[in-house]
């Protein structure tokens, strides 16, 4: 979704056929350019660097951790970003956001950051000290979105998250068929992520105060920064209060569900 002046408006449902076929919707003036301009004053204070003196910029990435700070709990659950949880996941099937993280921050550099591979966001299993080994299932367990919060402007050289239009759809078809348990990132990396690789891309470019709500299934990527202003964006998860069912009785599924029936055919 794409607004064009400041008023924060509901999905339509041209947004939600969309959600449905790419795996993402971009909700521009999700939470005010204000509250941005607060939340980042205390993650520049958090890096340890001085927002006006590059020199002090000697990373390609700095992470950090989960915020709860009053800016954040309010970047998170505005009433638009309410309203479109509840006509992606369902209303009363998600957890409303205490915090905002992770947070990797971005700054312009030529040294390789080490951590732009492609991925899809796993859920349980995180246990195990080998994070190659957490899991995903079919049904998402844990996960009801992916969602990346932009808290600074950002353009196409400023190191904006890679996405593959549609490879929510692929990988629902392989997690198909490994049932409740699910598959590692090992294993889908295995294959490129259900051989989603020749899919188009698109680019989360936005103004700070857009969103970004992704189908937990879209794969996804960093990439270097080679702009000139570091890039602070949050991905946290939308954390679903009950499973997805791929099987209603009443037939009332919501678009994420809607999403993986499409991709095994059942819709």
């Known amino acids: 979704m794409t607004a064009h002046d400041n008023s ?36 520049w204070r958090d890096t340890g660097c001085d927002p006006a003196d590059p020199a002090t910029w000697t990373r390609p990435v700095i992470r950090l951790g989960l915020y ?25 099937r998600w957890l409303p956001c205490a915090a905002l993280g992770t947070f990797p921050v971005r700054f312009p550099s ?47 050289d400023d190191a904006p998250t890679r996405i593959r239009v549609g490879s929510h759809l692929a990988i629902a078809r392989r997690l198909a068929p490994a049932g409740d348990a699910g598959l590692t990132l090992r294993e889908l ?20 105060g857009t969103v970004y ?3 937990p299934f879209l794969v996804h990527a960093a990439q270097p920064h080679r702009g000139t202003r570091p890039r602070f964006l949050a991905q946290p998860p939308l954390q679903a209060r009950e499973p997805f069912r791929l ?21």
């Open 8 to 43: 924060p408006r509901a999905l339509g449902d041209g947004d939600i056929d969309n959600f449905i076929r790419d795996g993402f919707v971009r909700v521009d003036h999700a939470f005010p350019r204000e509250v941005a301009d607060e939340a980042r004053a205390i993650l």
């Open 68 to 92: 709860g700070q009053p800016p954040f709990v309010a970047a998170a659950n505005t009433a638009v970003l309410r309203d479109a949880y509840d006509k992606l996941v369902g209303r009363d």
């Open 110 to 156: 030529p040294v390789d950051p080490g951590d732009a591979g492609w991925h899809v966001n796993v859920s349980f299993g995180v246990d195990n000290p080998d994070f190659m080994e957490w899991r995903v299932n079919g049904v998402s367990k844990g996960r009801a979105l992916l969602m990346l919060f932009l808290f600074s402007d950002v353009g196409e």
């Open 189 to 208: 990396v295995a294959d490129d992520f259900g051989g989603s690789a020749q899919l188009p891309e698109a680019r989360a470019v936005g103004e700070a």
């Open 213 to 215: 709500l992704c189908h």
């Open 247 to 267: 099987e209603r009785a009443d037939g009332d599924y919501v678009p994420v569900e809607a999403a993986i029936r499409r991709a095994l055919g059942r819709e």
